[in-house]
C-alpha cells in the first residue's frame, strides 16, 4: 500500500482548494486563490468543505510553541505599526486578518 495518492483525476478548482486549505500555495497562487474565496461563493465552499475534511489530522498535530527569540525576529522583520499601538499579535490561522486589535474572517459568506 502506497502513502500517497494520484489526485490527477481531481478538477482544477478541486485541486486548487485543497492545496489551499493545506497551505501549501506560493504567494502569488495562494492571493490569487484568497481572491477567489472572496468573489465567489462556489469556490469558498470547496475550501471550507477542504479544511473541514483535513481539520481532524490538524488536530492530530501537538502544539510547538517557537522560542521567545523567534517572535523577536518576526516583529524585527515586520513593518512598524502605525495607529495600532506596538504589541505583537498573537499566532492566528491563516486566513485571520489583523486590523488593530480585530479580527475578521476572509472569505465570501
Known amino acids: ?15 486548487l482548494a485543497a492545496e489551499y ?4 500555495l506560493a504567494d502569488v497562487d ?3 486563490a484568497e481572491r477567489r474565496i472572496a468573489s465567489e461563493r462556489a469556490f ?3 475550501v471550507a468543505e477542504w479544511e473541514q475534511r483535513l481539520a481532524p489530522w490538524a488536530a492530530e498535530i501537538p502544539e510547538v510553541v517557537p522560542p521567545p527569540r523567534v517572535w523577536e525576529r518576526i516583529a524585527t522583520a515586520l513593518p512598524a505599526r502605525r495607529a495600532c499601538g506596538n504589541a505583537l499579535p498573537l499566532p492566528f ?17
Request: aromatic share 2%; glycine share 10%.
Open 1 to 15: 500500500m502506497s502513502d500517497t495518492f494520484d489526485h490527477s483525476d481531481l478538477p482544477d478548482d478541486e485541486l
Open 30 to 32: 495562494r492571493v490569487a
Open 21 to 24: 486549505a493545506l497551505g501549501v
Open 44 to 46: 469558498a465552499l470547496l
Open 93 to 109: 490561522p491563516r486566513n485571520r486578518k489583523i486590523a488593530c486589535g480585530r479580527t475578521s474572517r476572509s472569505g465570501a459568506g
